[in-house]
């Protein structure tokens, strides 16, 4: 929309200001800045400077010459000789009136700029502000909404091997839509891509971009929220119109969790209003239309119910860190097209949770200190030495040796065991990856809370039991457990029946039990996150089932 019908005014009126502006903060400065002296001084630079203007006003005499400008009291100065030996003026009280006319002029000028501004704002009664807004938003039109054709294909991924089916389901929609419709098939309209910095999310979306052959929006949360009110819903409302247009399209939104963190009483009016915005766009929308909004962050927890609900973002892939055979693939991915003398499968071991992001700058900065060296083939002395360098900087992933690397698996182990016996659903358990005990439930007993601190604590009683020593690993979980036995005991009683003491005495008594009872298929668990490093409930429940 046009800010001014007259695109030459525009720049006029403004000069024009200015310099009015400039001239009266002149006159302001130019009666305010003369320097007060005595008389004695004052006669002194009379004498010893080139005079260009000597007058009197009110009670003071003021000088301007080439040395400043200086003013005295007239009372100790000789007016016969200066009036006979210098042209002086003399301006009486009324001169005063001049700043005030001076300022009412300035305000005159104000007053006669907005109303030429009105005149020419845009039409519908917009005010002049809802115009310079408006203007805003169309000069940065082409930013709103930036379209990428995406060249990267699933060649381009490796290690996504597990979430593959979801995305080849999506890819299949975006082709052709109508197909599902006739069915009577609804896609999701919106996918979550949850998982840590640097597992590839983005290079997921453009490959199903490129996959799918079908315009791709990238947009960052954080870019949609503004500073001025109204600015972010309009740009998730320009965004969402031009993806229609285009259909079938595919708008990704990164770290949607930048605006779409649960709403509530700290919250950002602006930010809740964008959120508001985005979910009215996803209802508005036929799932039919060959639209889809991918999304992904790393903090699903913060993320609003309403952006979770059926209709919305109502499939969730999560991307783990990839596991030894994935941190394989992904290293040849990265290596293909360079020289190297390397056992990958053996960097593979030594870089346990390295995301795909950081395997490729290992590989990058590998071949960098390689040429360096003169050498245009990448050695395991060139990983080696930047290794240190790649991970300097992030959350430390411990370098396990093989002994460390047992006592994790059995510590894992244990934990995921007893969490599948006791019945929690676990996602999957992971030499490196806590375990995740998903309580679905709103209502839940005191036994439920107790179980979950078995669940905590029995890494560290098998290891006491394995080993016949205690380790410096699995701390935090013993500090959350001790937490859930004070809360069992205080908040689930209506009296203080026991001593929190007493209770995980009697907790750790039956966990050494079950433990036992589980121990082989513990050990068989271990022995495949020593050599796997990931694995899944089916893979954990199959243990346990062939135990009984």
């Not at 809360?487 to 009683?493: G, R, V």
């Not at 009296?495 to 750790?508: A, C, K, R, W, Y």
């Amino acid at each position: 929309m046009q800010f001014i019908k007259n695109k030459k005014a525009k720049p006029i009126i403004i000069v024009a200001f200015l310099m009015l502006l400039a001239i009266f903060i002149t006159v302001l400065v130019k009666s305010s800045n003369s320097k007060l002296v005595s008389a004695g001084e004052f006669n002194k630079i009379l004498q010893n400077s080139k005079v260009e203007s000597i007058y009197i006003k009110d009670k003071y005499i003021f000088l301007e010459s080439d040395k400043g400008d200086y003013k005295s009291a007239i009372s100790g100065i000789n007016r016969d000789k200066i009036f006979s030996k210098y042209p002086v003026k003399v301006y009486g009280k009324s001169s005063n009136y001049l700043i005030y006319v001076a300022v009412l002029l300035l305000l005159l000028i104000l007053a006669s700029l907005m109303l030429i501004l009105k005149r020419y704002s845009a039409k519908d009664g917009q005010s002049v502000f809802e115009s310079i807004k408006e203007s805003g938003v169309n000069i940065a039109q082409s930013e709103i909404a930036p379209q990428y054709n995406s060249e990267i294909s699933f060649k381009n991924v490796a290690g996504i091997s597990e979430v593959k089916e979801d995305l080849e389901e999506i890819i299949s929609f975006l082709k052709s839509p109508l197909k599902f419709k006739k069915l009577g098939i609804r896609m999701p309209k919106g996918v979550l891509l949850v998982g840590p910095p640097g597992v590839g999310k983005t290079l997921i979306a453009k490959a199903i971009s490129a996959e799918a052959n079908v315009p791709f929006f990238y947009h960052s949360g954080a870019n949609f929220v503004h500073i001025y009110a109204g600015m972010g819903a309009k740009r998730v409302k320009e965004l969402f119109n031009k993806a229609k247009e285009m259909a079938p399209s595919i708008i990704f939104i990164d770290e949607i969790d930048s605006v779409g963190k649960a709403r509530g009483n700290l919250g950002s009016e602006e930010r809740e209003a964008t959120l508001n915005q985005l979910l009215v766009e996803m209802d508005g929308f036929d799932s039919a239309s060959g639209v889809i909004v991918i999304g992904a962050t790393n903090r699903l927890d913060v993320l609003d119910n309403a952006l979770l609900r059926p209709g919305r973002f109502d499939r969730r892939i999560f991307i783990d860190l990839p596991n030894l055979n994935e941190r394989e693939q992904v290293l040849n991915l990265y290596l293909k097209d360079k020289k190297h003398k390397l056992d990958t499968f053996y960097i593979a071991k030594l870089t346990a949770g390295f995301s795909p992001a950081e395997l490729e700058t290992l590989v990058n900065e590998a071949a960098l200190n390689a040429l360096k060296d003169g050498r245009e083939t990448v050695e395991l002395k060139d990983i080696d030495s930047v290794k240190e360098r790649v991970i300097y900087g992030k959350k430390r992933v411990p370098i396990l040796t093989d002994k460390e690397r047992e006592i994790q698996s059995y510590y894992q182990a244990s934990k995921a065991a007893v969490a599948s016996w006791l019945g929690f659903k676990v996602d999957r358990a992971g030499l490196l990856i806590s375990i995740n005990i998903n309580k679905e439930a709103s209502i839940y007993s005191k036994q439920t809370v107790l179980n979950e601190a078995k669940v905590l604590l029995a890494g560290s009683i098998y290891l006491k039991q394995k080993f016949e020593d205690y380790y410096n690993i699995g701390a935090q979980d013993r500090a959350k457990a001790k937490s859930l036995i004070k809360e069992a005991n205080e908040k689930f009683s209506i009296m203080q029946e026991e001593s929190n003491g007493s209770l995980l005495q009697d907790l750790i008594l039956d966990l050494e039990s079950t433990l036992n009872s589980l121990q082989s298929a513990i050990d068989a668990i271990a022995k495949k996150l020593y050599e796997q490093e990931n694995l899944s409930y089916d893979e954990i429940k199959k243990e346990l089932d062939a135990l009984f």
